[in-house]
């Protein structure tokens, strides 16, 4: 049981192919408590998929970008726990006009949208609940990323809002470890969620992973990465800070053009 007793928030859970919703489910299975955060119209889709965890949890509403939001959040979980042990930001947006081979005609307001959301919402949730976590004697903060040390075709400023949320847990471990909390990545390989399927021949991603991941790579198995979120989340992870992990059947230690080697 490598999370008992801890008390979690996950969010970025939409449907039971997301990420977030393996890295949930593993979480449970390996004794956390957890709620869930879903805003809007996929409010719903949340609850549904709540569901079909092995325990159903309650899901909160969390616009990341809004202030009384966050409040809130903070608010629910005062009450409820009292402190949190750790939370997995699963938040990622970018307007069709910032991806699919736009990357030089993308208008600023869309540029700032993909930064907003997807990386300085990850200081956004950090400062809400560093109190509470505080609280619990430090934790664990973990994001989702997807590889952005090349630039990849028609991801564009989303793949630039990826380098940026690796800048902000960089600062985010500096600035939160006084408080004993940990912030780090999971980079994960191209998986078949319905973020994934919103970027223009996402199919592209799979081919390429396909052929060059040392291990091989199933993009429609995000078990793996669940699992490995758990571990940062556990206190098997206490010493790391500031990391970025892959779990990409290691494909990014590979040069292209290895696999016909």
């Not at 990323?145 to 960089?170: C, E, I």
């Not at 600035?175 to 592209?204: M, Q, Y």
Request: cysteine-free; aromatic content about 8%.
């Amino acid at each position: 049981m490598l999370l008992e007793g801890k008390r979690l928030v996950v969010t970025g859970v939409l449907t039971d192919d997301s990420i977030a919703f393996h890295a949930a489910r593993v979480a449970q299975e390996e004794g956390a408590e957890i709620v869930l955060t879903g805003f809007g119209r996929a409010l719903r889709l949340t609850q549904r998929a709540a569901k079909r965890l092995p325990a159903v949890p309650d899901v909160l509403e969390l616009d990341i970008t809004s202030e009384e939001d966050m409040a809130a959040v903070v608010a629910n979980l005062t009450k409820r726990w009292g402190a949190v042990d750790g939370a997995v930001h699963a938040i990622a947006y970018a307007p069709n006009d910032a991806l699919g081979g736009n990357f030089l005609s993308t208008p600023a307001d869309s540029a700032a949208t993909a930064f907003l959301t997807s990386a300085f919402s990850f200081k956004t949730l950090a400062v809400g609940l560093q109190p509470l976590m505080k609280k619990a004697g430090g934790g664990s903060l973990v994001a989702l990323d997807f590889d952005n040390s090349q630039a990849w075709p028609l991801y564009d400023w989303m793949g630039v809002a990826k380098s940026a949320l690796q800048s902000v847990t960089r600062y985010l471990a500096r600035d939160l470890g006084a408080d004993d909390i940990r912030a780090n990545l999971v980079a994960a390989g191209p998986l078949g969620t319905v973020a994934a399927k919103s970027i223009p021949h996402f199919e592209l991603f799979e081919r390429e992973w396909a052929a060059r991941a040392p291990l091989g790579w199933d993009a429609h198995d995000a078990a793996p990465v669940g699992e490995m979120v758990a571990v940062l989340l556990s206190d098997y992870s206490r010493m790391t800070s500031g990391e970025v992990i892959h779990v990409d059947g290691g494909f990014h230690a590979i040069a292209a053009g290895s696999e016909s080697s």
